[in-house]
């Protein structure tokens, strides 16, 4: 999973309660993904960062929001759940080299009740 | 109307059979496309990079791109058990452009 770890890897939690979910990477890869993975829909793009505290919004990013203080770490929050953002939710990097594109980690499988 | 449309099957077929999957596409801006396996409740893991029209191939893996007809390919050559797995199509357009497009993914199942 190129070097990828996220956690948790799967939780349950209530409608309203805040979740943050981590991504980590050792590889110090600059660009790092959030994804959600749903039946029907694919994977698409909640938020994205190209460096340090540099982050910008994907396709669906209401309600959810992203930090990066360290290259190795991006966290997902969720400030308040609702049933519509249970999914399996994808962390990624972007390869380097010419190859520019993206490397997906194991997964995290979030419900939300 | 979806930007990348894939049939999600799913598709079996008998060990050792050659596989086609395919993916067709309405924005004609795309210019990179790449092909993911998926395993059962594993993340999505990069097969094959191509830009372009063409063809390129890896092993018992080939890709296929026709720009023209907004259609690419991927074929599997004596395919295994192990090629059992859901597999997506994705794209974009120019490079560093971040936002990839998937598919929904085809779930192959090969029968030994």
């Known amino acids: 999973d190129a070097g990828i770890t996220q956690s948790p890897r799967h939780k349950v939690t209530e409608t309203g309660t805040p979740v943050t979910l981590r991504c980590h990477q050792t590889e110090n890869h600059r660009y790092m993904y959030w994804y959600r993975q749903d039946p029907g829909h694919g994977l698409r793009l909640i938020h994205y960062s190209y460096g340090v505290k540099d982050t910008d919004k994907g396709e669906v990013s209401d309600g959810y929001s992203v930090s990066r203080s360290k290259t190795e770490d991006f966290l997902l929050t969720l400030e308040s759940a609702t049933s519509s953002q249970t999914s399996v939710y994808f962390c990624?990097?972007?390869?380097?080299?010419?190859?520019?594109?993206?490397?997906f980690g194991p997964g995290t499988r979030l419900t939300v009740l | 109307q979806k930007e990348v449309e894939q049939d999600p099957g799913p598709l079996s077929v008998p060990e050792g059979a050659i596989v086609s999957l395919n993916c067709t596409y309405s924005?004609?801006?795309?210019?990179?496309f790449m092909w993911y396996r998926q395993y059962s409740r594993k993340g999505p893991e990069l097969l094959m990079y191509?830009?372009?029209?063409g063809n390129k191939e890896d092993g018992r893996f080939t890709a296929q791109v026709d720009k023209s007809s907004k259609y690419i390919s991927l074929f599997i050559r004596d395919s295994q058990p192990s090629d059992s797995a859901t597999y997506l199509c994705?794209?974009?357009?120019?490079?560093?452009?971040?936002?990839?497009?998937f598919g929904t993914g085809t779930r192959l199942t090969i029968i030994p």
């Open positions: 924005n004609s801006a795309f210019q990179y």
């Open positions: 191509t830009y372009s029209s």
């Open positions: 994705a794209m974009r357009s120019n490079f560093g452009n971040e936002k990839l497009t």
């Open positions: 990624a990097i972007r390869g380097q080299g010419n190859t520019d594109t993206q490397y």
